[in-house]
């Protein structure tokens, strides 16, 4: 059985505007930080997403962790996707796929994330996404450096090295392999 953890709620609003052509430093976070995206397969629907939005030249990803419980992009939105921005997209196919594997797989889970709103029965993902425009060489690289040291924080613990971790972009740019087809190198963009 899937349990879900949860290590903090949040009070303060973040809620940050992103334009096409800019590159930012992005996080994604579940519902008061609970540990949904511990399992991997619920990694890989992430990857899956920004594969997808890769594939169809609507956004370029310079960098990104998945951790249990929120994700950390360093992303520019190329072009619309549709009537929405890509990351948009993002937040809500994540959110139908997660739904759909909760509902079949671990229903008690899935009602831990049903709240009572007009638009919807469930959410997965906090509305305040925090995005932080990228204007320098320099701070893309402090960002990078920051998301790849993620996964070996104390309280985390995933990995000695930041190339071990398999859900970043740290392996990309310690030994230059994109095992998914996803990045961009940062210093094509700056």
Not at 3 to 25: A, D, G, P, Q
Not at 55 to 66: A, S, T
Request: hydrophobic share 40%.
């Amino acid at each position: 059985m899937m349990t879900i953890h949860s290590s903090r709620s949040v009070t303060e609003k973040r809620k940050s505007n992103m334009y096409l052509n800019e590159v930012y430093f992005w996080t994604a976070s579940i519902v008061d930080w609970k540990h949904l995206l511990k399992p991997d397969k619920y990694k890989e629907l992430i990857i899956s997403s920004l594969m997808n939005l890769t594939l169809r030249r609507k956004i370029k990803v310079y960098g990104f962790v998945i951790m249990p419980n929120h994700v950390h992009l360093i992303w520019e939105m190329l072009d619309m996707n549709g009537k929405e921005l890509p990351s948009t997209s993002f937040i809500k196919w994540t959110a139908h796929q997660l739904q759909a594997d909760l509902r079949i797989n671990h229903p008690l889970v899935l009602e831990k994330f049903s709240v009572e709103k007009g638009d919807r029965c469930y959410q997965f993902w906090q509305r305040d996404t925090l995005a932080i425009h990228m204007y320098t060489r320099a701070v893309c690289e402090q960002k990078l450096q920051y998301i790849h040291l993620n996964p070996l924080q104390a309280h985390w613990n995933l990995s000695k090295h930041p190339e071990e971790y398999v859900w970043s972009s740290a392996h990309y740019y310690e030994k230059g392999v994109d095992q998914w087809g996803i990045l961009t190198h940062y210093m094509d963009r700056f």
